[in-house]
Each structure stands twice: as C-alpha cells, then as structure tokens.
C-alpha cells in the first residue's frame, strides 16, 4: 500500500520544495483549502480531504478534517492487528505523514484593532486534534509543525526504513510544546476578554529568543524566552543593533534600567544602573543634558553599568557616553551620528526598544521553589496632589518636584531604601539594607556635603526617628515618606525639630 501524507497549514513557506520531496518518495499527498490549491497550482500530485472522506467541507470550512477516515488512519497503530483489521474492513488507509501549521491566531490578536469575532474565527480546531492524534501515535507516524524541520524529516524519510521512532518522538514532543502553547495564548485572550481575576489555572507561554552563555554565574545555564505577544517598551521586544550577545545579568541589569526610565514619560531622562538598582538618575531639558547628571550622580560606580534614554541617543549624548565603559546603552532610537560615534566602540551592546509602556501587561511573576508568586505591577502613582503635608513648614513648588522625582527613583531600588536628590539628579542611593538607618547612611555618604539642601525618599515608613535625625545631620531640607508607623508622630516631630518638611503618600514601595 502507498505511503500517505496530509497536509494541510496556513504558513506555506517552502511547503511546494517539501510537498515534492514527499511526491518522490512515493507518498500520496492528501490535502484541504489553500493548501491543495497551492499544490495543485505547483503542479503537486494532491488528493482533497473531502475525496478521501466522501464528505464536503462544511460550516465555513469550520470542519473538514474532523472525520473518522482521517482520525482512524492517524490513530491506528501498526503493531496492533485489531487496528489494521478494523481499517481494512472500513477500507480505510493509515496517514504516515502529518503536516500541519495552525491559525494565526497569535498574529490575529496581535492587531490592536481586532475584533472579537476575528480572534474566535482564528481558533483553530482541526489543526491541533490532527497534530495530537499524530503524535499520540508517533511510534508509526511523522508529524510536521515547524516548515524549519521539512529538510530534516524528507532525509529521515529517505533513510532505512522510512525513518526513525526515536526522531518521530523528537517531533511530537515539538508538537506537544506547540499546541500547548497556542491554547495557552486563547486561554490567556480569554481571561482578558471575560475580565477574570485569579484565575484557578495561571498559564503563561514563551517563546525561545536565544540560549545564553551562562545564568548569574559561568556554572548555572540559562536562556532568554520571550512572552507571546508582548508589546510596546520591552528588552524581549529590543533590537539589538550592535555589540556582543547579552547575557543573563545584562538582561537584568537592562530590565531594571527600562523600567526606571520609564517613569518620566516625554521627560528626557537618562538612567544608570549596576546589580539592579539605579546608581545615577538624571532629567533635563535635553537627553543630553539628562545624562549629563545621571553621569556625575555617581561617576564611579557607572563604570561597567547599563544606560537607558528615553530620547533618541544624538550626537552630543554619544560623545559623552563614548568615553566611559558601558555594558549596554538602551534607547528608542540612535541617530546615524550617534551610531558611528558609539559602534568604535567594539563590545558595547546598543539596543533599540519602544518607550511605550504596554497598558496589559500588568502581572508580575516571581518564581519561588515549586511554585510562583504573582502580582499586579507596581504601576502606583503619586502626583502633587495626593501628597499630605504633616510638618509645620510646608514644601515649596520646587521641593515638591524634587521629592517627586525622588519618589519615582526610590520606587525602583532594592529595599530598604533611600534616595537623595536635589535639581533633578540623583545624589546618593541606598538599596537593600537590613534596615532602614543603613541604607539612609549609604545614601548620605554618597551624597556628601550635596546632601545639604538636598531631599530624600523612603520607600516605606520609618519605624523610629533615627532616620530622620541622620538626615537633619546631612542636612536634608524635605522628606517624602509613606507613612502608616505607629510612630509617625515621633518622626514628624523630629522633623519639626529640625525644619525639615515631611509629606506622605500613604503608598509603599517595597522591591525584593
């Protein structure tokens, strides 16, 4: 009896070469829609689905390979010989071969301007009930997803008994990851469609971007894998315009920078980050200009950071950044004068990301032994005025756009922590301190004497005063705080004490 092969994909890359391949290695070709007609049009020997099972596609095509002659011929096994019996006796033939690619239901969604009824009509149903029927039965049958597999399958074919049951269980095993992947995308449309909240099943699914050198360290192994359909500001979705390949902490380091930066919105702003947290932040008029003082916040520990922009990186800013050793400068864009400046530099990874933040994305997940932890993103926002003033001297305008942008830095540093600032620009950082007095220690005495005058932020309250009699001695004029100690009043009189103002936001901040 003939080899059979079904075919039957929406991604027809290369399909008429593969179809080929088959025809000379004596397979019939059975095939539905697009398919067949592409075939046909190639001059590729092609039966039609509906031939073979005597019953016409219906409901819009919504069925065609639903059908006992196709799933019998898929499911059969060939050691069995009850299963060849009941063939013969329905006149029925084995499928040897499988090819199928689904919907693009993922490309669909993808389309800020779909509809509803477009999504539902790129569920694919027929597709993924063949591919787990062929790989069920992988002892006796080939099944395709990937177009980028074709060559390899038509050389295992041609082999010593028309291929092998270990290479058919590698295939099936792809086919499992995808169909599993493609229903947690529609799952994970419908949780957004219907709303829901915690659902009883959290499912995500990635796709591989590229194998890494190493994890956090030259022993641990580890990859980059990428959301399905992740849009606007992300290092997932970055263009890697020069430099070598990124590593594990550089994407970590890079994530950290993106996420800070974008705070400031249209506001040019530069950050600069080692180990995840910011070690200079700076704003200004000009991205130039917003480096500029990210840079002297703290010129020592730049060295060998990240820097993310959220300014088209031009010529001035390149000249600056040329002479310092980056690992990695992230940015909307590069201007081709930037670009010559800065690709000299041999090793320095540019990378071209949106600044959009993507309004859906808005889980957090954290991965524990056994288990994940998984939480709305911290995308709290103070503004003026949410701010309550506790002091008997009240900020200024100035002070409170200070103690604001100090607020959006401090956000994003490993508590305990405490920010420094004073004229847009970072002074001094604290990060990940077993309490609260060491890290404002850290911070002060990065900042020097320019914590005079200067404001500070605390990512959550202050459960003694100490802190805040340190920052008196520092010379602190302004303080921004959540709040919510049962000894806030101690610290507010502390403050009074020293004519520093004080305003909470009633909003913690905590990052571990």
């Not at 992947?181 to 419908?190: E, G, K, L, S, V």
């Not at 993310?308 to 000249?319: F, G, I, M, P, Q």
């Not at 103070?382 to 604001?404: G, M, Y």
Request: charged share 25%; net charge negative; aromatic share 6%.
């Amino acid at each position: 009896m003939k080899k059979r092969a079904l075919l039957s994909v929406s991604d027809k890359n290369n399909l008429v070469p593969f179809a080929k391949g088959l025809d000379e290695l004596g397979y019939e070709l059975i095939s539905t829609g697009g398919t067949l007609k592409k075939l046909q049009e190639a001059g590729v020997p092609a039966k039609g689905v509906s031939e073979i099972t005597g019953f016409d596609e219906i409901l819009d095509g919504r069925v065609k390979t639903l059908h006992p002659i196709i799933h019998a011929g898929l499911l059969a096994r060939r050691d069995d010989n009850s299963h060849i019996k009941q063939l013969a006796e329905r006149d029925i033939a084995p499928i040897d071969v499988v090819v199928v690619n689904l919907y693009p239901f993922k490309e669909t969604i993808a389309n800020p301007e779909v509809t509803e009824e477009d999504a539902i009509e790129n569920i694919d149903i027929g597709g993924p009930t063949m591919l787990r029927a062929a790989s069920k039965n992988f002892r006796d049958v080939t099944v395709v997803v990937d177009p980028a597999d074709y060559d390899a399958v038509l050389e295992n074919l041609g082999g010593e008994n028309g291929g092998t049951s270990a290479f058919r269980k590698t295939l099936a095993a792809k086919v499992f990851r995808h169909t599993a992947n493609y229903d947690a995308m529609i799952a994970n449309y419908f949780v957004d469609i219907t709303g829901t909240e915690d659902p009883e099943t959290f499912t995500q699914t990635f796709e591989k971007i590229q194998s890494l050198r190493y994890g956090e360290n030259p022993h641990q192994q580890a990859s980059f894998y990428k959301e399905g359909n992740v849009k606007g500001a992300s290092i997932a979705n970055a263009k890697q315009l020069h430099g070598k390949e990124l590593s594990y902490n550089n994407i970590q380091d890079a994530n950290a920078a993106l996420e800070i930066v974008l705070e400031f919105g249209e506001q040019p702003a530069a950050v600069a980050v080692k180990h995840m947290n910011p070690c200079g932040v700076g704003i200004g008029e000009t991205i130039s200009e917003a480096f500029q003082k990210a840079y002297q916040a703290d010129p020592v520990s730049i060295f060998g950071g990240i820097v993310a922009l959220n300014h088209e990186v031009d010529e001035a800013t390149a000249d600056q950044l040329k002479d310092i050793f980056l690992e990695i400068v992230i940015a909307p864009s590069f201007s081709e004068k930037a670009m010559e400046i800065l690709t000299v530099k041999k090793n320095i990874r540019l990378l071209e990301t949106s600044m959009e933040i993507n309004e859906t994305d808005n889980k957090k997940v954290v991965s524990v032994i056994g288990g994940l932890l998984v939480q709305d993103r911290d995308n709290g926002k103070i503004s003026a005025n949410d701010l309550e003033i506790v002091t008997d001297r009240q900020p200024d305008a100035k002070e409170i756009d200070e103690l604001l942008f100090a607020w959006k830095v401090v956000k994003h540093v490993k508590s305990n922590a405490i920010v420094v600032a004073k004229a847009d620009q970072t002074l001094g950082v604290g990060a990940g301190q077993m309490n609260r007095v060491g890290a404002a220690a850290i911070a002060f005495e990065q900042a020097g004497d320019k914590a005079n005058g200067a404001v500070m932020a605390s990512d959550a309250f202050f459960p003694m005063p100490d802190t805040v009699e340190n920052a008196a001695k520092a010379g602190i004029k302004a303080i921004i705080q959540p709040g919510g100690s049962i000894r806030d009043q101690d610290s507010i009189d502390e403050c009074n004490k020293h004519g520093i103002a004080m305003v909470l936001t009633k909003m913690r901040h905590f990052k571990h």
